[in-house]
Structures are given as structure tokens and as C-alpha cells.
């Protein structure tokens, strides 16, 4: 079982708010992944971090920022919520295995946003 | 910029059957791959893996067989069950991070 969690679940929300959505794993895990995902589509990488104060953009343009001061948390931020931020948002944690030359990747259970 | 992709969106088979799902990477220079099984509601879960210097790798009812030449990539489920009934990923590493196909979604017929 993962040890990565996600806040909240679901979360219906107005046009115009401010909200972060939070990740946390207890893995110590230095990589740390935010995915933007519609239903039953590709996952789009959005932020990535290495580590403590280390973050990056991903490939799929996003209005969203995130932060890294503890290895074990990576919130993201909308500033500003738009109904084009519908969608669900999976946060993942990796660390590669020299025992098992294995990339462990694990995905928290996500949060579905609507914006209204 | 690099891909990875799956060929077909939905696959229905007939639970005891075997399954196999597809993917295509573009990148010929990625060496690791990852399998995910998506449920309904929940974040991608690994399934398995392999490296560019491997052929086929084995689970638990489950093989994956890398081609590279033709730069092909597939899940074989054997005796397919009720509960492989989900959305199949696959991911290729490019640099340090993954890059996902859009999915394929596998129903298990009764």
C-alpha cells in the first residue's frame, strides 16, 4: 500500500477562488510529480520536483504553482480557479531501487475539481 | 515532442481469456517502461516493469514483452478476471520523468 495521500477527495469550487490542493507522502521519496488527468485519458505532467526547494514545470502548461519546503509535502496552488481547471489532479512520488533497478513510482488517489 | 501511445482505446474479453494490450513509443533512445492499472476513482497502481536490455519480463499472470525494433510494447493478462477490469497505461522514462500513452480501457465480460 502507497503511502501517499491526497486533500481533499473532491472539491466543487466557483470561478475566481483561490485553493490548494495538498500532497503528502511518508515514503521520503525525493521526486515528487503533480499529473493533470481528464477521465479515462493520458496523464499530463504538470510540476515536478527532485527535491527540498527544488520544483519544475511539466510538459502540459498549467496557471497552477506549487512549493517544496518538506520532502514529504508538495501542494499546488490556483491562484485563481477557471472552469478550464475542471479535471483531476494525481499526485505521485517516485525513488529509483538499486536492488531492483525498479523506478517505484506511487500515485496518491487524486482530487476531482470542478469549477463552477 | 516524444510520445507514447496506445493503439486501441477499448478492449472487451471474455473473463478466463487472455488479454493483451498494446502500446507505441516513439522515443528509441528511452530504456524503462512501466505498466499501470487505473480503477475507477483512484490513482494509477504499477503493475510491472522493464528494461531496454530485456525482451519479455514475467508477473504474477502477467507479461510484458518489449519489441524495439518496431518500438512496441504489451501487457499479456492471462485468465482475465472481473477484477483486471480497469484503465492500462503505459509509460516510458524520457530523461528523468515519465511519459504516459492515453489508455486503454479493458472490460471483463462474465
Known amino acids: 500500500e502507497a503511502d501517499i495521500y491526497q486533500t481533499p477527495r473532491y472539491l466543487v469550487i466557483g470561478t475566481g477562488k483561490k485553493i490548494t490542493l495538498e500532497c503528502s507522502q511518508t515514503m521520503g521519496h525525493d521526486k515528487m510529480y503533480w499529473y493533470q488527468q481528464d477521465p479515462g485519458m493520458e496523464l499530463h505532467l504538470i510540476h515536478y520536483s527532485y527535491g527540498v526547494n527544488s520544483t519544475e514545470k511539466g510538459d502540459l502548461s498549467s496557471e497552477s504553482t506549487v512549493s517544496r519546503i518538506r520532502t514529504e509535502h508538495f501542494p499546488l496552488t490556483l491562484e485563481s480557479a477557471r472552469p478550464s481547471h475542471t479535471s483531476q489532479y494525481l499526485c505521485a512520488s517516485s525513488d529509483y531501487t538499486t536492488k531492483t533497478g525498479s523506478y517505484e513510482q506511487y500515485f496518491g488517489p487524486g482530487t476531482r475539481l470542478t469549477v463552477t | 515532442g516524444e510520445s507514447v501511445g496506445l493503439h486501441l482505446p477499448t478492449l472487451s474479453v471474455q473473463e478466463g481469456d487472455n488479454s493483451i494490450i498494446n502500446c507505441a513509443y516513439s522515443n528509441s533512445a528511452s530504456d524503462y517502461f512501466i505498466w499501470y492499472k487505473q480503477e475507477s476513482g483512484k490513482g494509477p497502481q504499477f503493475i510491472i516493469d522493464?528494461?531496454?536490455?530485456?525482451d519479455k519480463r514475467q508477473g504474477q499472470r502477467v507479461t510484458v514483452l518489449l519489441n524495439k525494433t518496431v518500438k512496441h510494447l504489451s501487457l499479456q493478462i492471462a485468465a482475465t478476471q472481473p477484477g483486471d477490469s480497469a484503465v492500462y497505461f503505459c509509460a516510458e522514462l524520457y530523461g528523468q520523468n515519465f511519459v504516459f500513452g492515453p489508455g486503454t480501457r479493458l472490460s471483463v465480460l462474465p
Open positions: 522493464i528494461r531496454s536490455n530485456m
